[in-house]
């Protein structure tokens, strides 16, 4: 199984995002952040594999010690347990309904 790349992993943060903002409770922060950290993933100058093997992907603006671990894990695997468990709560569906009314960027707390 070959790695995922930056624009792989990036979408998965994104998808990881939505589930997560649609998960309910007090979303808006955590999903913002993998949001944030998704953007700055797929502005990326650097192979994913160089920041994942040495270590630096706390280096990535928006990315800290536990996203690096769901980036990291995105990387080798092309999944993560935390974002399977959202794909089995929330189902493609939801996502697809949820997608053609609004995107992650309009969330906020007062909306």
Known sequence: MSKADAPQVAKLLRE???RTALR???P???AKAYSRAADSLAALAEPLDRL???ERLTE???VGEAIAD???KLHGTGTHPSLEKLRKQLPD???ISRSCCSNLSE???GK
Do not use: D
Request: proline share 4%; glycine share 20%.
């Open 28 to 30: 808006y922060y955590r």
């Open 16 to 18: 990881y995002a939505q």
């Open 52 to 54: 994942v093997e040495e």
């Open 93 to 95: 569906g939801v996502l």
């Open 24 to 26: 309910g409770g007090n």
């Open 70 to 72: 769901i980036i990291t």
């Open 107 to 109: 969330f906020g707390e």
């Open 60 to 62: 990535i603006p928006g």
